[in-house]
């Protein structure tokens, strides 16, 4: 049985995720989309809301579990038994950002090895980050980002 693991922000998901997420199904028999935290973020969604949001885009995939966790990834991978990460790379920047975090998963706990997918050229452009800047600029968010996540956004507005 062949697991892997995606952690990331997802704050929020976006159509390149997704993309890194249907790619992963395809090649293992279990991917766990891990809602993690990274103290270089800002967050609009907390983690049980983007938990949320990502199961309910998950559901298609019967493969694909969503799991939140706060804490170190090598602990959630080390106490699941999983010993594949995987992540998505978009350009020179994620590369050297990914790098150091790697080689810092490493020095924690040398079991532990990561799969980097590069992201369809379609999509590379996507960032949560610029998404999170429409979005609270009032911008459609259609082009980047699944409906369901789209209308989690919109709610979270209005509160
Ligand atoms: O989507 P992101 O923000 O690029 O994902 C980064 C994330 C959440 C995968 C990374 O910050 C992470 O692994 N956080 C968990 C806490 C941890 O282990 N930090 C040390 C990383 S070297």
New binding site residues.
């Given amino acids: 049985m062949q697991k892997v693991i995606y952690?990331?922000?997802?704050?929020p998901l976006t159509f390149g995720h997704l993309d890194i997420i249907e790619r992963l199904s395809r090649q293992f028999d279990e991917v766990v989309v891990l809602i993690?935290?990274?103290?270089?973020?800002k967050y609009i969604l907390d983690i049980i809301e983007r938990k949320t949001a990502v199961t309910k885009v998950c559901q298609k995939f019967s493969n694909v579990r969503v799991d939140a966790f706060e804490?170190?990834?090598?602990e959630y991978v080390k106490k699941n038994n999983i010993n594949m990460i995987a992540?998505g790379l978009r350009n020179a920047r994620d590369y050297e950002?990914e790098m150091?975090?790697d080689h810092?998963?490493k020095t924690?706990f040398p079991d532990v090895e990561t799969l980097y997918l590069i992201s369809r050229p379609e999509l590379s452009f996507i960032s949560?980050t610029l998404v999170k800047e429409i979005a609270s600029l009032g911008g459609d968010l259609k082009k980047f980002v699944p409906s369901e996540v789209e209308a989690y956004i919109k709610k979270k507005d209005k509160k």
Avoid: A, E, R
């Fill in positions: 952690p990331g922000s997802f704050d993690s935290w990274s103290s270089q973020k804490g170190l990834l090598v992540k950002y150091t975090m810092m998963n924690l949560s």
